[in-house]
């Protein structure tokens, strides 16, 4: 297997894994919200953390909490 093989499969591995296991995450954590048993929003606290509104904050959370998937993987 030749070097630039390898970095390309192990990055795309790692990259599919990060969004799998942050879509698991966020899955859950929405089961939680809903069931209402605590607000575990962390997508939209995330997100209004940065913007200060809870209008906009989904998809700014959305992105940094699936970047921060990706590279903790």
Known sequence: MQPIEFITDF???TTVGGLFATSV???LMTLITR??????D????IGSYFT???SSSFL???F??????????
């Open 35 to 40: 069931s209402g048993i605590t607000n575990a």
């Open 11 to 13: 990055l795309l591995i």
């Open 60 to 62: 700014v959370g959305g």
């Open 42 to 45: 962390m997508v939209r606290a």
């Open 25 to 27: 995450m966020v899955a």
């Open 64 to 73: 940094i909490h699936y970047t921060a998937g990706i590279v903790f993987a």
């Open 52 to 54: 200060r509104s809870r």
